[in-house]
């Protein structure tokens, strides 16, 4: 089954209206592989903003997380409502960030996505192990735990859902996987999805990958069979994305 590929940039806490507008100029003057589905994650005070610059293009724009709640008193949060309204179509869920900077566990993580997608947000849902644990022998172990909580949430309808292997230990650190790890891991979740979920899911739902993803290194792994895009970092606020986003082609 033929996946379209998919490349998602992650702001994280990046970005001023100057340095967004000079991105958004910067794709919409490229000339980007059209074959590719393109989405940007911005702080979510500039969701409204990138919305705007990117009306009548093709390019996408996510939240980098939603609240599970409709409303109330959570200070600092965004509801699905919230993301829709400002012009997001897709959010983040479960990113390492949120799972062990701010200790969201996979319970709350399940909330959001049920939500997320009860509202019709897509939802790019990360999962990944730390160093230890892949050293430990337990990538998918972790791997596994962390899908459970989505699967559980999500049901048999997963069209509105991408996957992002996100190895902790290669997250802004410079480290990543090797094309031949990061394909195994990949065609590991594959198949856990085809015996726990359905065949038709494993084979049509999106696994793509993040951690130190570069202009350098996206070709190679790009070519991996079960790698369907990139969920990008640090080289989504530069010029080099574009590269990124082109990397398939011939």
Request: proline residues 2%.
């Amino acid at each position: 089954m033929s996946r379209q590929f998919f490349v998602g940039g992650n702001f994280k806490m990046n970005g001023t209206t100057e340095s967004l507008t000079a991105i958004s100029d910067r794709l919409k003057g490229a000339e980007l592989d059209t074959k590719v589905e393109v989405v940007l994650s911005p702080p979510a005070a500039y969701i409204s903003k990138l919305a705007a610059d990117f009306s009548g293009t093709s390019l996408g724009v996510s939240a980098q997380n939603v609240h599970e709640k409709a409303s109330g008193a959570f200070t600092g949060e965004i509801s699905c409502a919230m993301a829709l309204d400002c012009g997001a179509k897709y959010t983040i869920l479960g990113h390492s960030e949120r799972r062990h900077v701010f200790g969201e566990s996979n319970t709350q993580i399940g909330a959001k996505t049920k939500a997320a997608l009860a509202s019709g947000l897509v939802v790019i849902a990360c999962i990944g192990e730390k160093e230890q644990e892949r050293e430990d022998g337990r990538t998918m172990e972790v791997c596994i735990e962390q899908l459970t909580s989505f699967k559980n949430n999500i049901g048999e309808d997963w069209s509105n859902v991408v996957i992002a292997y996100e190895p902790v230990w290669a997250i802004g650190t410079g480290k990543v996987a090797t094309p031949e790890i990061a394909q195994e891991t990949h065609a590991n979740i594959r198949a856990w999805l085809s015996a726990n979920v359905s065949p038709d899911v494993a084979a049509s739902v999106r696994i793509i990958y993040g951690g130190s993803v570069n202009g350098k290194n996206c070709a190679e792994l790009s070519h991996q069979g079960d790698i369907d895009g990139f969920l990008v970092g640090g080289a989504s606020l530069k010029p080099e994305f574009v590269d990124i986003i082109n990397c398939q082609r011939s």
